[in-house]
């Protein structure tokens, strides 16, 4: 059975850093499209980052600069290195994985497998 399984959140201070890690299983996602969504209480889930099989990547305006995506696709495994964390990136941190996808698209609805999300918190 496909899984996506995410890991890597917890809480840091304002300007700590943090790195969530998706695990993939049960098929192959080597050629699929990859993501990160967050969604904070009371907020829709929001695109934050996302990555082609070839390593194309896109990012949300609120966090270029700060933020890199990756992929191993060896280890079936997309990464997110977060720096220079804010209060408002607190959120629950989904992965996500689209079919054969090419450029990431930024709606949720376009991907077809999720995790189960990790929780980040960013204190003041």
């Known amino acids: 059975q496909a899984q996506l399984v995410e890991s890597g959140g917890g809480l840091v201070q304002t300007g700590g850093s943090l790195r969530l890690s998706c695990a993939a299983s049960?098929?192959?996602?080597?050629?699929?499209?990859m993501a990160w969504f967050r969604q904070a209480p009371g907020k829709e889930r929001e695109f934050v980052s996302g990555?082609?099989?070839?390593?194309?990547?896109r990012y949300a305006e609120f966090v270029k600069g700060r933020f890199a995506i990756s992929r191993n696709n060896g280890k079936m495994t997309m990464y997110l290195q977060m720096n220079s964390l804010k209060p408002e990136d607190t959120a629950v941190y989904y992965c996500?994985?689209?079919?054969?996808?090419?450029?990431?698209?930024?709606?949720?609805?376009?991907?077809?497998?999720w995790g189960q999300g990790t929780q980040v918190t960013v204190s003041a």
């Open positions: 990555v082609s099989w070839v390593s194309g990547t």
């Open positions: 049960g098929r192959a996602f080597n050629l699929d499209t």
């Open positions: 996500a994985s689209k079919l054969y996808g090419g450029a990431p698209p930024t709606s949720a609805t376009d991907y077809t497998y």
